[in-house]
């Protein structure tokens, strides 16, 4: 970290306290650092794109209404990408991995999703979440401390624990952290969260290079598509659907929707992927937003993110890069 940002980052932290709102511009300001990498995502930067198409085994037509639930087959344009803001940064060393999906549900309607590894925030509201970033940005210490504050981070450090990456974005699990409700026919809501499930185990072992998980895709992509199994977790009336950072109990119903099938990649600066914001609130018709504020946060430092990245390109400042 430079020094400069890091002194700034000490003294912006203080002008927030409990309950003061953050913005989309200062999360985006705390992401981006002052090491900008115009054209570029402010967070998870570095990425890939693919494409594929989700098969539906009808399953969840009982709680939405949605078309993708109807509709055997709907292809979709999606991204695999690394947490940090650098577009360059070795692979094997990011601590997050994510997968962003968007389905072009019917002539008027998308469905967007980005989903991350772990299954859980760390914080339960957009103030608390800020100040994270802040001390993962002030080093070992701070996080310690902020850890401590919050007591409820058990969720996420429990599975931060257990964690251990594998040597593909083909065997990661992703998760979407907020809840959301299926609504039906009749306007009937269930709360749930999901999870996109890999059907391959792969170890890390001997995998080494700047773009390792990359490299690793590409060559599994050439022989055979990814998979994935969508699965659906409901809420009982015991959950809050609102609190990202508490894990619904294990014994929970799940219904498996279908499959995720990935059968090709593009680089993200030329690939679909790249114009797409990956905004968690673009629903379609039977699915609808819970009142989860991190929800909200999430969706407006995306725009954000978007805004700036796309002016970049439009005065000619993105640059190419080599490593997808």
């Not at 995502?41 to 709680?63: D, M, P, S």
């Not at 909200?296 to 993110?305: F, G, H, T």
């Amino acid at each position: 970290m430079r020094l400069g940002y890091l002194w700034a980052a000490l003294l912006f932290a203080p002008l927030l306290h409990a309950g003061d709102k953050v913005s989309a511009q200062q999360f985006v300001d705390l992401q981006q650092g002052d090491s900008v990498h115009p054209g570029f995502r402010r967070a998870h930067a570095k990425g890939i794109c693919v494409q594929g198409e989700f098969r539906n085994n009808g399953a969840l037509a009982q709680y939405s209404s949605a078309q993708i639930f109807a509709t055997s087959v709907t292809p979709f344009v999606g991204r695999f990408s690394l947490a940090g803001n650098n577009p360059t940064a070795p692979d094997l060393k990011a601590p997050v991995r994510s997968l962003a999906l968007s389905f072009a549900t019917s002539a008027s309607e998308q469905w967007r999703i980005a989903m991350n590894t772990p299954p859980v925030m760390a914080v339960s509201n957009p103030q608390d979440f800020y100040q994270q970033l802040v001390a993962i940005k002030s080093g070992p210490k701070a996080i310690q401390t902020f850890f401590a504050e919050h007591p409820e981070s058990a969720d996420f450090l429990a599975w931060k624990d257990s964690y251990q990456p594998s040597g593909s974005f083909a065997a990661e699990t992703y998760h979407s952290i907020n809840a959301f409700y299926l609504v039906d026919d009749n306007e009937q809501r269930q709360p749930v969260r999901w999870h996109m499930k890999p059907t391959v185990s792969v170890t890390d072992d001997g995998l080494s290079g700047p773009n390792a998980l990359h490299q690793e895709l590409k060559a599994r992509l050439a022989k055979q598509p990814v998979v994935f199994d969508w699965l659906f977790t409901l809420a009982s009336a015991q959950d809050d659907e609102r609190n990202p950072a508490i894990r619904w109990p294990a014994e929970r119903p799940r219904i498996n929707a279908g499959k995720i099938v990935i059968t090709q990649w593009q680089a993200q600066q030329d690939g679909a992927c790249h114009s797409i914001n990956f905004d968690p609130l673009v629903l379609p018709s039977g699915i609808s937003p819970t009142a989860d504020a991190i929800l909200r946060a999430r969706s407006a430092a995306y725009a954000e993110s978007y805004r700036r990245r796309a002016a970049e390109q439009l005065r000619g400042q993105a640059k190419e890069l080599s490593n997808d």
